[in-house]
């Protein structure tokens, strides 16, 4: 008997303990919109921190979305909240009920106001995370990384986990190029008509914050095999008038002025931008070739050395009006203007090596050279309007969005080139001087319209519109001077006109139940292209429709830790410089154009990704995989006078396969470590005219960062970023390091800060490569531009310093837009 009670004893122990748990278990989720009361604008990145009303522990909490919106997961306890954004008053709500769903809470439309007056009594301690991570989707928060002070959009992109940016300017993410990069969330001519140039004159003052996605949604478009870089320009909401200004000056000769200001009055928001940089480079690097030909090596040593000046001006202003509580019109304009003067000699050492004599660089004598000498002046003025409309409607997440842009972008570069023989010191005059003129004109108009309509508890559906012209020209003329008179070189000379036009419809379906999560997209893209070489009467229109479907499936487990599924189809269509024939005549014995017969390259995308949340710190982790068909790839090939052509061919199959891992460490209050690695294998398939120019290789980079807090509002900062060697079709791309420092003080009550910032310290960051082939060798190391040491001076009006560090979200699942 006393057996038996004892068993019942432990048994009705066991069943009220599992009861207990149990009930400890139940979680609801909790809603809610966070906007600015007097503008009726959503509050991107406000705190939400969920506290038990019995021990005000921290159960939870989150940051808003780019529309206001939060998703929290807690205990079904007594609970309240505390919405938290810097120089806003603090928003607490209390007895909080759930809705017809016992598991969810929604708040509905949550105002807070400004203040002013909080702002200037309080000391803020803690400092806002430089890099916030999702599953699929990471924030780069500019501000926060000092070495970023004073340099421009390229070198942003350079500090950003899992994005690399090589010497020439070219964007990578996770070892892949094809990156499609938006300005505020569309193409923009800021980017430039190449790219590289366009970011490089974009200063670093103007930018917010940088958003990668890696794997994105239908409602995407779906350009961009590798992901989607987002780079946010900055614009403040806060009431009456705000802004930052910031000088800067380093070696090699780099200036630069910048303004951020902002006036808020009742329903109406102004905002101006504007960026001034100067910079002067010195570039310098060298190619070694041989060419067999039987039982002779003909060699060429060439040596490039100069120097590269450029002066970019930036304005950008705009307003928010709010034309009822719930509908917000924004208009902006940006204007830029840059202007380049390029000087780069080139000097050709050439000798032949006979039989089994040794060969090399260093064994080609010096004495007697061909020098080539470029003189570029170039000018590149862009002009943008934008045009945003987005309706709230009562029901929360409820919206329609409205947007139209229209952007001119144009590129002028003429260029002077003498050619002469110096034998043995001694100059015999010039043999060749000749002239180019190029003209690239690039204009673009944008319509989107994009709506979100939510059901009961957490389904939404989103589906949206979207219509892209674009027109570029080209002319480029080559002439040669012949006595007294210029000639036009035919074979190098052409007029070029591309057209694009791409319509897209998408529609998303998502929904949450408890911890699952899923959203299954598909976008419908029609592409009509046509490109003309109007001197060869060439054309060649091509039209193509594509399916491009997207799926996301998310999991929570209990301890802020997920994991999520996701698949999309992508397309990298042709650049306008992969399209173009004639674009550079530099080095007239290495000359690099285009192939106007590409096909676009398409992209499979699958990708497994966890991350983990603790109290200090976060750890991420993906796999990935992406299939892509039609592979470009520079194909460089040798004419019969000894010169070498390279251009691009679709030629292979591709897999890119490989893991992340990347991780944020805050172990106290001054010390930081943060770091990401890609390994991966990339394989590619291929051939050319019977030379085989497959590859397979493994590679890795990486990058490590700590900042220490060691004296008063002072900060050090260091970071390593490391590019493993990776094998490439017909050769080797060698390894590269790179060591970036600087040191930041906060003055006048916080009101300013000076940073010094060193990136590239060791002037390591060099273009080192290798190619091989069976009549043919070459190595190139170069280096277009030395990195600067900056320092830059920042004073906040109306601002102070943020130093609030923000409860770490659950997981978002922004990538996949849930």
Same mark, same amino acid.
């Given at each position: 008997?006393? /057996?038996?009670?004892?068993? +019942?004893?432990?048994?009705?122990?066991?069943?009220?303990?599992?009861?207990?748990?149990?009930?400890?278990?139940?979680?609801?989720?909790?809603?809610?919109?966070?906007? %600015?009361?007097?503008?009726?604008?959503?509050?991107?990145?406000?705190?939400?921190?969920?506290?038990?009303?019995?021990?005000?522990?921290?159960?939870?909490?989150?940051?808003?979305? *780019?529309?206001?919106?939060?998703?929290?997961?807690?205990?079904?306890?007594?609970?309240?909240?505390?919405?938290?954004?810097?120089?806003?008053?603090?928003?607490?709500?209390?007895?909080?009920?759930?809705?017809?769903?016992?598991?969810?809470? $929604?708040?509905?439309?949550?105002?807070?106001?400004?203040?002013?007056?909080?702002?200037?009594?309080?000391?803020?301690?803690?400092?806002?995370?430089? $890099?916030? +991570?999702?599953?699929?989707?990471?924030?780069?928060?500019?501000?926060?990384?000092?070495?970023?002070?004073?340099?421009?959009?390229?070198?942003?992109?350079?500090?950003?986990?899992?994005?690399?940016?090589?010497?020439?300017?070219?964007?990578?993410?996770?070892?892949?190029?094809?990156?499609?990069?938006?300005?505020?969330?569309?193409?923009?001519?800021?980017?430039?008509?190449?790219?590289?140039?366009?970011?490089?004159?974009?200063?670093?003052?103007?930018?917010?914050? *940088?958003? *990668?996605?890696?794997?994105?949604?239908?409602?995407?478009?779906?350009?961009?095999?590798?992901?989607?870089?987002?780079?946010?320009?900055?614009?403040?909401?806060?009431?009456?008038?705000?802004?930052? +200004?910031?000088?800067?000056?380093?070696?090699?000769?780099?200036?630069?002025?910048?303004?951020?200001?902002?006036?808020?009055?009742?329903?109406?928001?102004?905002?101006?931008?504007?960026?001034?940089?100067?910079?002067?480079?010195?570039?310098?690097?060298?190619?070694?070739?041989?060419?067999?030909?039987?039982?002779?090596?003909?060699?060429?040593?060439?040596?490039?050395?100069?120097?590269?000046?450029?002066?970019?001006?930036?304005?950008?202003?705009?307003?928010?009006?709010?034309?009822?509580?719930?509908?917000?019109?924004?208009?902006?304009?940006?204007?830029?203007?840059?202007? =380049?003067?390029?000087?780069?000699?080139?000097?050709?050492?050439?000798?032949?090596?006979?039989?089994?004599?040794?060969?090399?660089?260093?064994?080609?004598?010096?004495?007697?050279? $061909?020098?080539?000498?470029?003189?570029?002046?170039?000018?590149?003025?862009?002009?943008?309007?934008?045009?945003?409309?987005?309706?709230?409607?009562?029901? %929360?997440?409820?919206?329609?969005?409205?947007?139209?842009?229209?952007?001119?972008?144009?590129?002028?570069?003429?260029?002077?080139?003498?050619?002469?023989?110096?034998?043995?010191?001694?100059?015999?005059?010039?043999?060749?001087?000749?002239?180019?003129?190029?003209?690239? %004109?690039? /204009?673009?108009?944008?319509?989107?319209?994009?709506?979100?309509?939510? +059901?009961?508890?957490?389904?939404?559906?989103?589906?949206?519109?979207?219509?892209?012209?674009?027109?570029?020209?080209?002319?480029?003329?080559?002439?040669?001077?012949?006595?007294?008179?210029?000639?036009?070189?035919?074979?190098?000379?052409?007029?070029?006109?591309?057209?694009?036009?791409?319509?897209?419809?998408?529609?998303?379906?998502?929904?949450?139940?408890?911890?699952?999560?899923?959203?299954?997209?598909?976008?419908?893209?029609?592409?009509?292209?046509?490109? %003309?070489?109007?001197?060869?009467?060439?054309?060649?229109?091509?039209?193509?429709?594509?399916?491009?479907?997207?799926?996301?499936?998310?999991?929570?487990?209990?301890?802020?830790?997920?994991?999520?599924?996701?698949?999309?189809?992508?397309?990298?269509?042709?650049?306008?410089?992969?399209?173009? @024939?004639?674009?550079?005549?530099?080095?007239?014995?290495?000359?690099?154009?285009?192939? @106007?017969?590409? =096909?676009?390259?398409?992209?499979?995308?699958?990708? !497994?990704?966890?991350?983990?949340?603790?109290?200090?710190?976060?750890?991420?982790?993906?796999?990935?995989?992406?299939?892509?068909?039609?592979?470009?790839?520079?194909?460089?090939?040798?004419?019969?006078?000894?010169?070498?052509? $390279?251009?691009?061919?679709?030629?292979?199959?591709?897999?890119?396969?490989?893991?992340?891992?990347?991780?944020?460490?805050?172990?106290?209050?001054?010390?930081?470590?943060?770091?990401?690695?890609?390994?991966?294998?990339?394989?590619?398939?291929?051939?050319?005219?019977?030379?085989?120019?497959?590859?397979?290789?493994?590679?890795?980079?990486?990058? !490590?960062?700590?900042?220490?807090?060691?004296?008063?509002?002072?900060?050090?900062?260091?970071?390593?970023?490391?590019?493993?060697?990776?094998? *490439?079709?017909?050769?080797?791309?060698?390894? /590269?390091?790179?060591?970036?420092?600087?040191?930041?003080?906060?003055?006048?009550?916080?009101?300013?800060?000076?940073?010094?910032?060193?990136?590239?310290?060791?002037?390591?960051?060099?273009?080192?490569?290798?190619?091989?082939?069976?009549?043919?060798?070459?190595?190139?190391?170069?280096?277009?531009?030395?990195?600067?040491?900056?320092?830059?001076? =920042?004073?906040?009006?109306?601002?102070?310093?943020?130093?609030?560090?923000?409860?770490?979200?659950?997981?978002?699942?922004?990538?996949?837009?849930?």
């Amino acid at each position: 008997m006393q /057996q038996k009670l004892v068993l +019942f004893i432990f048994l009705l122990y066991s069943v009220v303990s599992f009861a207990q748990d149990t009930q400890e278990e139940i979680k609801v989720i909790i809603t809610g919109r966070v906007m %600015e009361e007097t503008s009726g604008l959503p509050m991107e990145f406000a705190t939400v921190s969920v506290f038990s009303t019995a021990s005000n522990t921290l159960l939870g909490g989150g940051l808003t979305g *780019v529309d206001g919106v939060f998703s929290i997961e807690a205990n079904s306890d007594s609970i309240y909240i505390i919405i938290e954004f810097l120089s806003y008053a603090t928003k607490r709500i209390d007895h909080i009920l759930p809705s017809r769903d016992p598991k969810l809470i $929604t708040l509905g439309y949550i105002l807070i106001t400004s203040d002013a007056i909080a702002l200037e009594a309080v000391e803020i301690v803690g400092e806002k995370s430089e $890099t916030t +991570f999702a599953l699929d989707k990471r924030v780069f928060n500019v501000g926060k990384d000092l070495s970023n002070k004073g340099g421009t959009a390229q070198d942003i992109l350079d500090n950003v986990p899992s994005v690399t940016v090589d010497v020439d300017g070219g964007v990578s993410l996770r070892g892949s190029g094809n990156v499609r990069i938006l300005i505020d969330g569309k193409p923009s001519g800021l980017a430039g008509i190449s790219g590289a140039n366009g970011l490089r004159s974009l200063p670093a003052n103007m930018i917010d914050r *940088v958003e *990668v996605i890696t794997n994105p949604s239908a409602k995407y478009e779906a350009e961009g095999m590798s992901g989607i870089i987002n780079i946010v320009l900055k614009k403040d909401n806060k009431a009456g008038i705000n802004g930052s +200004f910031e000088i800067s000056g380093g070696w090699p000769e780099n200036y630069g002025l910048g303004a951020n200001i902002n006036y808020r009055k009742g329903k109406t928001n102004f905002f101006v931008n504007y960026g001034l940089n100067y910079n002067n480079n010195p570039s310098e690097g060298y190619s070694y070739q041989e060419f067999y030909q039987g039982d002779t090596t003909v060699s060429s040593y060439i040596i490039r050395e100069g120097e590269r000046k450029r002066l970019a001006n930036s304005v950008r202003a705009g307003m928010d009006f709010s034309i009822t509580d719930n509908q917000t019109l924004t208009g902006s304009f940006l204007y830029r203007y840059s202007v =380049n003067d390029n000087n780069n000699p080139i000097r050709y050492y050439d000798h032949n090596f006979f039989g089994s004599e040794p060969t090399g660089r260093f064994l080609v004598p010096t004495l007697s050279y $061909t020098l080539r000498n470029e003189k570029e002046s170039e000018k590149s003025p862009t002009l943008e309007y934008t045009l945003d409309y987005i309706k709230r409607y009562k029901k %929360e997440g409820r919206e329609l969005k409205g947007s139209l842009q229209f952007s001119s972008n144009d590129e002028v570069e003429s260029s002077d080139y003498t050619q002469g023989f110096y034998n043995f010191g001694n100059f015999e005059g010039n043999t060749l001087i000749q002239r180019a003129y190029n003209s690239e %004109e690039q /204009q673009t108009i944008i319509l989107q319209s994009d709506y979100i309509h939510p +059901f009961s508890g957490e389904n939404k559906l989103e589906g949206g519109i979207r219509s892209q012209w674009r027109n570029i020209s080209n002319d480029y003329l080559v002439e040669e001077l012949n006595n007294t008179e210029w000639v036009r070189i035919a074979n190098l000379s052409n007029d070029f006109r591309y057209k694009e036009d791409v319509h897209a419809a998408y529609a998303i379906y998502g929904a949450k139940i408890r911890k699952f999560s899923f959203q299954g997209g598909l976008r419908l893209e029609y592409s009509s292209i046509n490109t %003309e070489l109007l001197e060869t009467q060439e054309f060649n229109p091509r039209s193509y429709f594509n399916l491009f479907p997207s799926g996301h499936i998310n999991y929570e487990f209990t301890g802020q830790n997920q994991i999520q599924l996701s698949y999309s189809k992508r397309i990298q269509r042709p650049r306008f410089m992969d399209l173009n @024939p004639f674009f550079t005549f530099a080095d007239n014995r290495n000359i690099f154009s285009g192939n @106007p017969n590409l =096909n676009p390259e398409y992209t499979d995308s699958y990708e !497994v990704g966890h991350i983990k949340y603790w109290e200090k710190g976060n750890i991420g982790s993906n796999i990935f995989w992406r299939h892509t068909k039609d592979v470009i790839q520079r194909v460089t090939t040798i004419n019969m006078d000894g010169t070498t052509n $390279t251009r691009p061919l679709n030629l292979a199959t591709a897999d890119n396969v490989g893991v992340e891992f990347l991780f944020a460490y805050t172990p106290n209050n001054w010390l930081k470590l943060d770091g990401n690695v890609n390994v991966f294998r990339n394989v590619i398939e291929g051939e050319f005219e019977d030379t085989d120019l497959s590859a397979d290789s493994y590679s890795w980079f990486g990058r !490590v960062g700590s900042k220490v807090s060691f004296w008063k509002n002072a900060d050090f900062q260091a970071r390593l970023n490391y590019r493993a060697p990776v094998d *490439v079709p017909q050769g080797i791309q060698k390894a /590269q390091y790179i060591v970036d420092i600087a040191f930041s003080k906060d003055i006048l009550n916080n009101n300013a800060t000076v940073t010094l910032a060193a990136r590239d310290l060791f002037n390591s960051r060099r273009r080192n490569s290798e190619i091989f082939a069976e009549d043919y060798y070459q190595c190139i190391d170069q280096q277009w531009r030395r990195a600067p040491i900056v320092l830059t001076v =920042n004073y906040r009006l109306n601002m102070k310093k943020d130093r609030k560090k923000p409860v770490k979200s659950e997981g978002e699942f922004e990538g996949g837009d849930m």
